[in-house]
């Protein structure tokens, strides 16, 4: 199954992310590189830009550098984890004018992603975006915590 992240996974490597989320994403991102699943990243989305900006603001920090070097190289690079969209997938009309309205228009890369996916699945932490956008749009949200439980397995925390 194919789907998508927004900045969470990124964030939480950060060296001022407490220990709850930095210990969150190692198990999220362990469990994923065993599952058969993969990320669908958009080219020059927001999320491959802070990738990028994180990998150098974050150098000093061993932990968080090795990981997101480690992110980089297991899964950027190896088409068995994911899919990097060169072109953006139209969105309906309806969801545009939605992402448009407030301030979710930096979200739309997530939509772009998940449209191009069977399941168009988005893991978020944003609330306020799934409660703007709504289960109507035929995205299907999940929060890190429920992904997990669902699609890799792992037990409540």
Known sequence: ???VINEWFLDWYRP???AAEQKS?????????????????????????????????FDYDIP????LKNFF???LQNPEKCVVLQVATALPSVLESKLLT??????????????ATDD???VTTD?????HIGPNEGFNFYNVESFQQTFLLLPPN
Do not use: W
């Not at 469990?31 to 830009?49: A, C, E, G, T, Y």
């Open 1 to 3: 199954m194919d789907f």
């Open 16 to 18: 001022d992310a407490t």
């Open 25 to 57: 994403v190692r198990v999220f991102f362990h469990h994923f590189l065993l599952s058969d699943h993969k990320i669908v990243v958009l080219q020059n989305s927001p999320f491959l830009q802070k990738l990028h900006r994180y990998r150098s603001t």
């Open 64 to 67: 968080c550098r090795l990981a």
């Open 73 to 75: 190289s297991t899964v």
């Open 102 to 115: 407030g301030n979710y228009a930096s979200d739309q890369y997530l939509f772009q992603a998940a449209q």
């Open 120 to 122: 168009k699945i988005i």
């Open 127 to 131: 609330r306020k975006l799934v409660e």
